[in-house]
């Protein structure tokens, strides 16, 4: 089993939808939760960040933590088609963990006008 | 707009040669990461240095994969013999604990023939 699982994909959503995107971990001490967004051909970039069980919102986006059910979703509202690209979602723990981030294996998205 | 830098962005080589991948983290960040993309594995967390100090190279080849870092403005990742099974994206990232965001470098991109 991965440490970090996300929905395979790819996922197509129309302009103006909701694109809702899941993952897994296996590591209960996970203490941090990331979602990066990738171009084709890019670095990541980080979108998101949440540490703590609940919803956090910035903008279109919001970040959602169930660590009970060791899960994080992020959702993308009003989905536009320059959101197309791959979503990674990662962990860490913390303390001298901090920064040692595991990588899911990513969900493409497609927005589709 | 600080950013972290990658050289050589490409590189093509013969199997059995040597790779040296270069790395210039942000002035100030004082952790470094190295990551290696490809399809197959995805994203994965080779080696990270803290003050220049290696705090985990588990991910890392050892009989053919080198990281150091000089001094605090240059990291290095050396593969030495490369083989065609280390084709993938090298990604360099930089950052502080105080930070919650890694910042990516645009990466190099291996080919081994």
């Known amino acids: 089993q991965k440490e970090v699982e996300q929905n395979s994909g790819p996922l197509s959503v129309p302009e103006g939808a909701i694109a809702s995107l899941n993952c897994t971990y296996s590591d209960r001490g996970s203490q941090s939760f990331f979602w990066y967004r990738q171009y084709s051909g890019k670095s990541p970039e980080l979108i998101m960040f949440i540490y703590s069980n609940g919803d956090k919102e910035d903008g279109r986006f919001t970040a959602q933590l169930n660590k009970a059910s060791q899960y994080v979703s992020l959702l993308i509202r009003d989905s536009q088609p320059s959101d197309s690209a791959t979503y990674l979602c990662?962990?860490?723990?913390?303390?001298?963990?901090?920064?040692?981030?595991?990588f899911g294996q990513g969900t493409i998205l497609t927005v589709h006008p | 707009d600080a950013r972290v830098t990658q050289t050589p962005r490409h590189k093509v080589t013969e199997m059995g040669q040597e790779v040296t991948m270069r790395c210039q983290p942000i002035l100030g960040h004082n952790t470094v990461f190295w990551y290696r993309q490809t399809m197959m594995q995805g994203l994965e967390l080779l080696a990270y240095?803290?003050?220049?100090?290696?705090?985990?190279d588990s991910g890392m080849p050892k009989d053919r994969f080198s990281a150091e870092m000089p001094d605090a403005t240059l990291a290095t990742l050396k593969i030495q013999p490369s083989e065609p099974r280390d084709s993938a994206v090298y990604f360099c990232?930089?950052?502080?604990?105080?930070?919650?965001?890694?910042?990516f470098g645009p990466g190099t991109r291996l080919t081994v023939t």
């Open positions: 240095f803290r003050n220049r100090a290696p705090l985990d």
């Open positions: 990662a962990v860490t723990g913390g303390g001298t963990s901090y920064g040692k981030l595991t």
């Open positions: 990232a930089s950052g502080t604990p105080g930070q919650v965001r890694q910042y």
